[in-house]
């Protein structure tokens, strides 16, 4: 793709739009659901089911949105993805307060499951875009993808914020609505105004090519799954429903200002790591190292996260109860496993798409990306069994053994040499 070519940028900035508008509701639907259901008395083991199948139908969906953008064209699919989370959100919209509790679970899942599917569906036709408008050289691709990456990530921490903003002023359905309608409004523009630039499929694409032969795609997937499961298995269930412990005292008012400061750290969260990604390439400087160099990078920096939580349950367990000074080196250590983190995810993002072909670049970030959500459904699940089982220390021991599982898939995919590719 040429640099000048005004179409194939004009694409990239409309698929980058809709990736945008998407990804406000769904961290905005993430906060709304985990402290709506909390505080209706929900166990950790219970908020965790709600978002099992968000997270399994994200590694259905991305194993099968390789091939379906191969087929049908990228545009497709990101239509479809806008489509599927306005008709999740109208749905959750009619959940029943009067319903038992097994069957608002069952419901929420179902609706969250729709919300999984259409998430993986636009970040597969987002990411993948990047391959295929990015000009070619001098580092382009790493700034651009590092460039969508960072700033979808800080979008969805303003949806954390928002998510819980509403919240507290508007309430659980109000809020659904509101986010149905403007996300309406997002697809009917994108309908109208998406330039030309993008892949329209091929006939000839076979859902077997999905599976990639290529080791480095392989051991990369794999490194992706634990290091996406060292995250959220604190970041899903256990830190917010440790915050809400110490921050309300369980009255409303409480329960109000509790909200406001989890989304505010949630936010924070995800809108710096979005920002780290955003200049992980100058950070690393990149430009002017192999793809080789970079490769060895990812396993570096995912060793020293592996660090971060195993130190910060090493913490909590010797501290024995919440203090105020315990909440601030929470914090501080979360913050801190933010930065590294943005760096891993940001060279991984890098590497996928280096890896690949274009001709095969649907498939492989689809299985890539399916290997990323498999590690959040993990990470999911163990967010909120480790959390019950053993509190905060479990939680974050949990993460840094996850951490080390990455470092170990990162080892392996530096040990491959390209004459083994030959």
């Known amino acids: 793709m040429n640099a000048a070519a005004p179409s194939g940028l004009r694409a990239y900035l409309a698929v980058t739009a809709a990736y945008w508008a998407f990804m406000l509701t769904d961290g905005a639907l993430r906060m709304l659901v985990l402290l709506h259901f909390h505080t209706l008395g929900f166990t950790a083991l219970q908020l965790a089911y709600l978002f099992l199948l968000y997270e399994l139908m994200g590694v259905i969906t991305n194993l099968s949105a390789g091939w379906i953008a191969a087929r049908f064209g990228l545009t497709s699919?990101?239509?479809?993805?806008?489509?599927?989370?306005?008709?999740?959100?109208?749905?959750?919209?009619?959940?029943?307060?009067?319903?038992?509790?097994?069957?608002?679970?069952?419901?929420?899942?179902?609706?969250?499951?729709?919300?999984?599917?259409?998430?993986?569906?636009?970040?597969?036709?987002?990411?993948?875009?990047?391959?295929?408008?990015?000009?070619?050289?001098?580092?382009?691709?790493?700034?651009?993808?590092?460039?969508?990456?960072?700033?979808?990530?800080?979008?969805?921490?303003?949806?954390?914020?928002?998510?819980?903003?509403?919240?507290?002023?508007?309430?659980?359905?109000?809020?659904?609505?509101?986010?149905?309608?403007?996300?309406?409004?997002?697809?009917?523009?994108?309908?109208?105004?998406?330039?030309?630039?993008?892949?329209?499929?091929?006939?000839?694409?076979?859902?077997?090519?999905?599976?990639?032969?290529?080791?480095?795609?392989?051991?990369?997937?794999?490194?992706?799954?634990?290091?996406?499961?060292?995250?959220?298995?604190?970041?899903?269930?256990?830190?917010?429903?440790?915050?809400?412990?110490?921050?309300s005292d369980g009255s409303v008012e409480g329960?109000?200002?509790?909200?406001?400061?989890?989304?505010?750290?949630?936010?924070?969260?995800?809108?710096?790591?979005?920002?780290?990604?955003?200049?992980?390439?100058?950070?690393?400087?990149?430009?002017?190292?192999?793809?080789?160099?970079?490769?060895?990078?990812?396993r570096l920096w995912v060793g020293l996260l592996a660090l971060i939580p195993a130190g910060l349950a090493l913490l909590v367990a010797l501290a024995g109860a919440p203090a105020p000074w315990l909440t601030a080196a929470l914090v501080g250590g979360l913050m801190l496993f933010g930065v590294v983190f943005a760096l891993n995810s940001a060279l991984h993002s890098y590497l996928i798409l280096a890896f690949t072909k274009a001709e095969r670049v649907t498939m492989d970030v689809g299985f890539y990306y399916m290997s990323n959500a498999a590690g959040r459904l993990v990470g999911t699940l163990l967010s909120g069994l480790s959390y019950q089982l053993g509190g905060l220390p479990l939680c974050l021991g949990t993460a840094a053994a996850m951490a080390a599982a990455s470092w170990l898939a990162a080892s392996r995919l530096q040990r491959i040499s390209p004459a083994r590719l030959a």
């Open 77 to 247: 699919t990101l239509y479809a993805g806008l489509g599927i989370q306005i008709a999740a959100l109208v749905a959750l919209a009619q959940l029943d307060p009067g319903w038992s509790v097994a069957a608002s679970v069952a419901f929420v899942m179902a609706v969250q499951g729709a919300s999984g599917v259409a998430k993986d569906l636009s970040k597969m036709s987002a990411k993948s875009a990047v391959k295929v408008l990015a000009p070619s050289g001098d580092g382009a691709l790493f700034r651009w993808v590092a460039a969508l990456t960072g700033s979808k990530n800080a979008v969805k921490g303003l949806g954390f914020l928002l998510g819980a903003a509403l919240l507290a002023v508007a309430g659980f359905v109000p809020a659904i609505w509101a986010m149905a309608g403007a996300l309406t409004l997002v697809l009917a523009a994108v309908g109208l105004f998406m330039p030309p630039g993008l892949p329209q499929g091929a006939k000839g694409a076979k859902f077997k090519d999905v599976f990639s032969k290529d080791p480095r795609i392989n051991w990369l997937s794999a490194a992706r799954l634990f290091l996406f499961g060292a995250r959220d298995v604190w970041f899903v269930v256990g830190i917010p429903i440790y915050f809400y412990s110490v921050l």
């Open 255 to 298: 329960n109000r200002a509790a909200f406001f400061q989890i989304g505010t750290f949630m936010a924070l969260w995800i809108i710096g790591y979005g920002a780290v990604q955003g200049f992980a390439p100058a950070l690393l400087k990149a430009r002017d190292k192999s793809d080789a160099e970079i490769t060895g990078l990812a």
